[in-house]
């Protein structure tokens, strides 16, 4: 495990493979002031004293199941330098950002799984980085918001990998109607041969379209479904903004809680035409305020 400041980098949150051998690793990043007694230069996390717990939000990366890594928003905003964690911290969440297995390694649910093995060690580990357990939520970019939106809708009678909220940004939602809403202008589509979707489940989508909808949160909605932020541009060549929409509707039919942010002329990870950081900008400050506005219970301390 290595740290930096306040972040505290490689923790290991699960073994996977048939033998175990496979860590699963996470990066937690603790708002100022660091935790009191927290021994940045070791291991070892040491209790709080004096402070309210902190809300978490656990960040499940992008790359279309295939590729990615923990900590990143992707190669364009990583590329522009855009610290969506920062503003996180700023506000007094604490952040994990944790690792999944990617679709070369194993196949779905499997992703499903290390994500909710991440929640459940935040968790049994809430007390020693002053989190509040009640209220952790999800986020995840692409493909790492499809997996935030399955643990929100598949962990409701699982406490130990509940979420009280999720948010999501341009999330794959269902797959087996992603190649009908593609537009013309597609860069990918979800029954190309081979297609990250493809091998994500193992087969040809139109093939087994048992094995889609089991993959797609679109199926798990019902009325006990934590609070969604979705958030999706409306000229997204990847994954079509009629996901988000869908998700958004069906969660709405069923009494849900649910926001929906559509950015006109924005594509995937948030491009823009004149290629400046405006969509994004906007998209992070809704985040922000979402999670803020689920932190504010009646009997939570604010963040």
């Known amino acids: 495990m290595m740290t930096n400041g306040c972040v505290v980098r490689g923790i290991e949150f699960a073994r996977t493979g048939d033998d175990g051998s496979r860590p699963l690793l996470l990066d937690l990043y603790l708002p100022e002031p660091a935790l009191p007694g927290l021994d940045l230069m070791g291991t070892d996390p040491a ?54 297995r990617l679709s070369h390694e194993a196949q779905y649910p499997a992703q499903l799984h290390d994500a909710k093995a991440a929640v459940r060690w935040l968790r049994n580990h809430a007390a020693d980085y002053n989190v509040d357990p009640d209220r952790i939520y999800a986020w995840g970019d692409s493909a790492g918001g499809h997996l935030a939106s399955l643990v929100g809708l598949t962990g409701i009678s699982a406490e130990d990998s509940s979420v009280a909220a999720v948010a999501a940004w341009y999330p794959p939602t269902d797959l087996g109607r992603m190649a009908e809403q593609s537009p013309p202008d ?118």
């Not at 969604?228 to 509707?249: E, K, M, N, Y």
Request: net charge negative; aromatic share 8%.
């Open 47 to 100: 209790p709080a004293h004096g402070q309210a717990p902190r809300p978490a939000v656990v960040h499940f990366h992008g790359g279309g199941w295939r590729m990615g890594e923990r900590s990143s928003l992707g190669p364009v905003l990583d590329g522009l330098g855009f610290s969506a964690f920062d503003r996180l911290l700023d506000t007094g969440f604490v952040v994990a950002s944790a690792d999944y």
């Open 186 to 303: 597609a860069v990918v589509r979800a029954d190309d041969p081979g297609s990250r979707e493809e091998l994500l489940i193992g087969a040809v989508l139109a093939d087994e379209p048992e094995k889609a909808a089991a993959a797609s949160p679109v199926r798990y909605v019902s009325a006990s479904a934590p609070p969604f932020f979705l958030a999706h541009g409306t000229a997204d060549r990847f994954v079509p903004a009629a996901q988000s929409a869908s998700l958004a509707a069906a969660l709405e039919s069923a009494g849900a809680d649910v926001e929906l942010l559509l950015v006109d002329d924005a594509d995937h990870m948030w491009t823009l035409p004149d290629q400046s950081l405006a969509a994004a900008e906007r998209a992070m400050g809704a985040t922000v305020s979402f999670f803020l506005r689920r932190s504010r219970t009646p009997d939570a301390p604010t963040p």
